[in-house]
């Protein structure tokens, strides 16, 4: 359990770090990386859902059995921006350094998934599974 707190505790400070200066750097993207951005709603929209998830993340570290289940979800999170930049990259429409951007959105996804194997399931969830000892 301890593993889990660790490795959501970092993923959402890291991710913090990562995507709040983003709100800051909507032009110098544009000028760095053109064309400039077309669309900002896009642009913020995923800068202020990602940081939510950050959010989402410290959440979980404070108690990973009780949030186990949204660990399935921190995944699919990861796996969306992840699998979204290798598909892109395998279509031959992004760089190689472009893909790079979603590698430690793929460490973290690998992590998410040891630390939920490695949290054991809470009281609840167990109470409808039958004893070892009565099944046979």
Not at 61 to 73: E, G, H, K, L, Q
Request: net charge positive; with cysteine.
């Amino acid at each position: 359990m301890k593993f889990a707190k660790v490795v959501y505790w970092v993923a959402g400070a890291f991710g913090v770090l990562a995507l709040a200066p983003l709100y800051f750097m909507f032009d110098m993207l544009g000028r760095l990386d053109p064309p400039p951005i077309t669309h900002p709603q896009f642009y913020y929209g995923f800068a202020g859902v990602g940081l939510v998830w950050q959010f989402a993340f410290f959440v979980i570290a404070t108690d990973p059995v009780r949030y186990r289940p949204m660990m399935i979800a921190s995944v699919l999170e990861k796996v969306s921006y992840a699998g979204a930049l290798l598909v892109l990259y395998l279509e031959d429409r992004i760089s190689p350094a472009q893909a790079a951007t979603g590698l430690p959105d793929a460490v973290l996804m690998v992590l998410f998934v040891a630390a939920y194997c490695a949290t054991p399931r809470s009281k609840a969830q167990r109470q409808g599974e039958p004893s070892r000892e009565s099944a046979g």
